[in-house]
């Protein structure tokens, strides 16, 4: 059994193993694609940079395939999925990471903006769902992640649209799993902290508990291995969120409060 067994913990004997990954041009997706391709995994990369995923590819020393995508584009996810499987043959795994973040507030909320963040955090991850799950499902075997965040797990001022596209794909893989699992497709979500990527070098406020995106990746692998269905972390700032989760709401919004900008 080679690593890539291993890391999918199924015991199955055919290799090379498949993984597609969204969002892998940068931050968390780019780090895993490396590290999953480390462990022995075939990498299809998917994101809309064609640049940093050729920069990508060169890095991994053949191990990881450049397939460029926009997931908010439904029949650009049908193509690349069927390019994936013509040149690489079923995947086994499936990585949903693509993602993006504006700081939102009552003063400025803007539903445009609201509208972009669904349109990618949730319908783009929604439609590379809809592709991946009915293959895995006749093949009664894979394994899916839908990277949210545990800003999905309370209302965080400053990531009122955020968090509830966070929140929704959190609600949505509950939804899934013991219907996938009676299917016998592994799920998982992934709900990771702050780490330190290009989207929260923007970040202007304290970020607790950050980690590295090698640090990210390392606990998603490991998760993934074990077919954890919850991979959150790092393992304080869950504890942070999931208690602050569980407060009454007066106290829960007496110390949300306090994250609340001067102006706002
Ligand atoms: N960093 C954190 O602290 C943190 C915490 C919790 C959750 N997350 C979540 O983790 C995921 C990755 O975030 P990150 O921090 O690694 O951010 P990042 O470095 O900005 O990476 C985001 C990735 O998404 C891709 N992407 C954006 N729009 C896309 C589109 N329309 N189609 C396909 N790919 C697209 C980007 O590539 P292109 O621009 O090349 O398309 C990039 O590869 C996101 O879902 C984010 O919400 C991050």
Redesign the pocket.
């Known amino acids: 059994m080679d690593k890539s067994e291993a890391a999918l913990g199924t015991g199955a004997t055919s290799i090379p193993r498949l993984a597609w990954i ?9 780090a895993l694609a490396l590290r999953l391709a480390r462990d022995g995994w075939t990498v299809a990369a ?4 064609v640049d ?1 995923l050729a920069l990508l590819a060169a890095e991994s020393r053949g191990r990881i395939f450049p397939f460029p ?4 584009d439904k029949d650009a996810v049908n193509q690349t999925v069927q390019a994936i499987e013509r040149n690489h043959g079923d995947i086994d795994l499936s990585v949903f ?5 504006f700081r939102d507030y009552a003063v400025d909320f803007d539903s445009a903006r609201f509208r972009t963040m669904v349109e ?2 949730l319908i ?1 991850t929604a439609q590379c769902l809809e592709r991946i799950m009915p293959a895995m499902i006749a093949r009664k075997s894979g394994q899916i992640a839908v ?5 999905g797990y309370v209302g965080l001022p400053g990531a009122a649209s955020y968090g509830a596209t ?1 929140a929704a794909l959190n609600v949505m893989c509950e939804a899934l799993y013991p219907e996938l699992r009676s299917h016998g497709v592994k799920l998982s979500i992934v709900n ?4 330190d ?4 070098r923007k970040n202007d406020f304290p970020m607790p508990f950050l980690i590295s ?1 090698d640090e990210a990746a390392a606990t998603i692998a490991d998760g993934l291995a074990a077919a954890k269905y919850e991979i959150v972390f790092p393992r304080t700032m869950a504890v942070a969120m999931k208690l602050l989760h569980a407060l009454p709401a007066r106290l829960r919004f007496a110390l949300t409060r306090r994250m609340l900008r001067p102006q706002a």
Do not use: Q
Request: glycine share 14%; proline share 5%.
């Open positions: 969204t969002g892998a041009s940068s931050g968390i997706g780019r998917s994101a809309r940079s940093e995508l926009d997931v908010t990471a693509a993602g993006t973040y990618l955090n783009g990277v949210a965040s545990v800003s966070k990771p902290g702050f780490v990527t290009p989207l929260t995106a």
